[in-house]
Nanobody
Framework: QVQLVESGGGLVQAGDSLRLSCAAS????????MGWFRQAPGNEREFVAT????????DYADSVKGRFTISRDNAKDTVYLQMNSLQPEDTAVYYC????????????????WGQGTQVTVSS
């Protein structure tokens, strides 16, 4: 499996931006599609964004479309989530996940997960 470590979370105000990073190790990163998911207190974990192995195909949850951008740097074994125009409802623990070859919006399709990074947006 791929080992994943997220970073970049923090406390920001509404309207601010953050960039999350997820560093991978243990396997050939470029073979893995990547996803970002989040879990707010009291809620189930939900899909945020996904990116294909080469980075050419992406998909987003409707709630973040136009505000968040997923990208990856296969030379650095890292996937990013650029989050702009953050709102209090974006407050959650954000997780990155890896899936061999094909990207997916379904968290059950992913078998490698990071420990999560907290994002808190104040109003």
């Amino acid at each position: 499996q791929v080992q994943l470590v997220e970073s970049g979370g923090g406390l920001v105000q509404a309207g601010d931006s953050l960039r999350l990073s997820c560093a991978a190790s243990g396997r050939t990163f470029s073979y893995y599609a990547m996803g970002w998911f989040r879990q707010a207190p009291g809620n189930e974990r939900e899909f945020v964004a996904t990116i294909s192995t080469g980075g050419g195909n992406t998909d987003y949850a409707d709630s973040v479309k136009g505000r968040f951008t997923i990208s990856r740097d296969n030379a650095k074994d890292t996937v990013y989530l650029q989050m702009n125009s953050l709102q209090p409802e974006d407050t959650a623990v954000y997780y990155c996940a890896a899936r061999f070859l094909s990207r997916s919006n379904a968290q059950n399709d992913y078998n490698s997960w990071g420990q999560g990074t907290q994002v808190t947006v104040s109003s």
